[in-house]
């Protein structure tokens, strides 16, 4: 397993723990969710695979994940990115969240997250042990989506998804 970065609620550096770890304590730590959208405002989604330890299953943003201890978050962004779906584009940081959500399993996501964004056409190439599927999906269609079907999607993408549409208008 891999350390994760944990920070205060500021979003400063205060130690590091192994992910898991830290998700079953609930610690606060840094986090990056990209959004990667096709030229004609259409986003891509990623559906995460059956067997993530949380949030299997479901869908959620472009790519998502943690920076290793000593990496900058866009380095972890654009590593995630290519690691996940086999996409390298430019990458823009639009600001960051804290969110924190308790799992049946137990565990939590507690994590102070770094929102990046990019812009391509290319169709990606799936880590299938990150993504089991992916789909290019309207942003109002996915918005509609979410609030009727919420079940259907990760815990941190309607709160990722309205700080990108807000900024990006």
Known sequence: MTDVILVDEAGREIGTMEKLEAHQKGLLHRAISVFVFHPD???????RADDKYHSGGLWSNTCCSHPMPG??????????????????CELAELGTFT??????????EHEFDHVFTGTTSLEPTLNRDEAQ????????????DIRRRSEL???WLPMA????????S
């Open 41 to 47: 405002g259409r986003v891509m989604l990623q559906k």
């Open 71 to 88: 990496e900058s978050t866009r380095d972890a962004a654009k590593r995630r990115l290519k690691e996940e779906m086999g996409i390298d």
């Open 161 to 168: 998804l309205e700080l990108v549409i807000n900024i990006k």
């Open 133 to 144: 599927d992916w789909k290019w999906q309207n942003v109002a269609e996915l918005r509609e």
């Open 99 to 108: 969110y924190r959500t308790e799992f049946e399993s137990g565990l939590t």
């Open 153 to 155: 999607y990760a815990s």
